[in-house]
């Protein structure tokens, strides 16, 4: 059984108290017995803070870490380092710091590795920009953003993967891909997965939608088949749009 996974990606937002306040809003509205996992990546001077309260509805991940094990690496913060607070999920390959900070896919494979060695959850974002998708080049673009940074795992390792589908031109834009476009790459990263390992493992692995995800277009992009959730940006930094796109199930 897949799980279904609706985690807010706060990005650079929220200053401490709105986010703590957020942070405890969210926890103390999720009923335990929820067959949803909720999960925040808070920026990463919150993690401590965040991680740190008793609450188990919520999983708090990073949004970011250096593969390397420590050392000279000024404003860096290491996967051990992470571990260090109790956080035990990471996101990776996230079409911002593809695009601003310049993870390419060995670094990101660096990444995942690192990340695996120390047992953490990833969730791992891939997703073509809009030129791609015009010329009609999706599939392809995000088969090779998946083999050249994730499919060298083995199936055992795989399991710690999330997977979360990110067109990158409906990132903030209000643009969301259609229940079409959604099913038809969630789909195919699913056949790609049972290629690639078995349908055992694809059938294990969550695969999320994000971009422009919200409150009013969550319900029908969570019914599609492939669909196991989502990763939400703008409509997670408050409470009731975050809580209602975990009902949309
Ligand atoms: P938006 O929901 O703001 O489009 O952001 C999606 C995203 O990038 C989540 O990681």
Request: aromatic share 10%; glycine share 6%; hydrophobic share 40%.
């Amino acid at each position: 059984m897949r799980k279904k996974i609706v985690a807010g990606n706060w990005k650079m937002n929220l200053e401490l108290e709105d986010a703590l306040n957020l942070c405890k809003e969210i926890a103390v509205s999720t009923d335990k017995s929820t067959e949803v996992d909720l999960m925040i990546f808070p920026p990463a001077i919150y993690l401590y803070t965040m991680s740190s309260l008793p609450f188990e509805t919520l999983e708090i991940g990073a949004q970011n870490f250096y593969p390397a094990e420590k050392g000279a690496y000024t404003g860096e913060i290491s996967i051990t380092q992470l571990s260090s607070i109790g956080v035990k999920t990471v996101l990776i390959g996230h079409s911002e710091r593809r695009a601003y900070f310049g993870e390419h896919s060995d670094f990101l494979k660096r990444k995942v590795d690192s990340a695996i060695e120390n047992g953490f959850n990833i969730v791992f974002c891939c997703g073509e920009p809009l030129n791609v998708r015009e010329e009609n080049n999706e599939m392809k673009f995000v088969k090779s953003q998946l083999i050249d940074s994730l499919f060298h795992l083995d199936a055992k390792q795989m399991e710690q993967v999330t997977i979360a589908y990110e067109p990158v031109w409906a990132i903030g834009t209000g643009l969301t891909a259609t229940i079409e476009q959604a099913e038809e790459m969630h789909s195919s990263i699913r056949n790609w997965l049972t290629d690639a390992y078995s349908i055992d493992l694809s059938n294990k692995i969550s695969i999320l939608y994000g971009g422009s995800c919200n409150p009013d277009n969550a319900k029908e992009l969570f019914a599609c088949p492939n669909v196991d959730g989502g990763l939400i940006g703008g409509a997670s930094l408050e409470r009731e749009s975050f809580l209602k796109i975990a009902n949309s199930f």
